[in-house]
């Protein structure tokens, strides 16, 4: 089992930074594929930026690219993403996720299944 815990979100105004961390804990040598989702009051989850643990390389999506960063410290099992210049349509629950996909064509692509979640943490962008 893998348990994952982000934090980092909040409010703040169109322009501004944030930076979300999602701790990681459990049987995480497996974790080959880890990602940020969002979702928005209703709006179908968004995959927003993913990175390929073993294989290396990172997926963004056009919405965030040029503004989010996603990297991640193998010492501390955490999980960041740096959203910059925020917007107020970023406004949204974001999800840290966990998969097994090992290949990272299929990490990248969206083909990987991510098996563990977080809770979630809100971040609210305001104009």
């Known amino acids: 089992q893998v348990q994952l815990v982000e934090s980092g979100g909040g409010s703040v105004q169109a322009g501004g930074s944030l930076r979300l961390s999602c701790a990681a804990s459990?049987?995480?040598?497996?974790?080959?594929?880890m990602g940020w989702f969002r979702q928005a009051p209703g709006k179908e989850r968004e995959r927003v930026a993913v990175i390929s643990t073993y294989g290396g390389g990172t997926y963004y999506a056009d919405s965030a690219k040029g503004r989010f960063t996603i990297s991640q410290d193998n010492a501390k099992k955490t999980l960041y993403l740096q959203m910059n210049s925020l917007k107020p349509e970023d406004t949204a629950m974001y999800y840290c996720?966990?998969?097994?996909?090992?290949?990272?064509?299929?990490?990248?692509?969206?083909?990987?299944?991510?098996?563990?979640w977080g809770q979630g943490t809100q971040v609210t962008v305001s104009s």
């Open positions: 459990g049987n995480t040598y497996r974790n080959y594929c």
């Open positions: 996720a966990a998969g097994e996909e090992i290949v990272a064509w299929r990490c990248l692509g969206g083909f990987g299944t991510f098996s563990y």
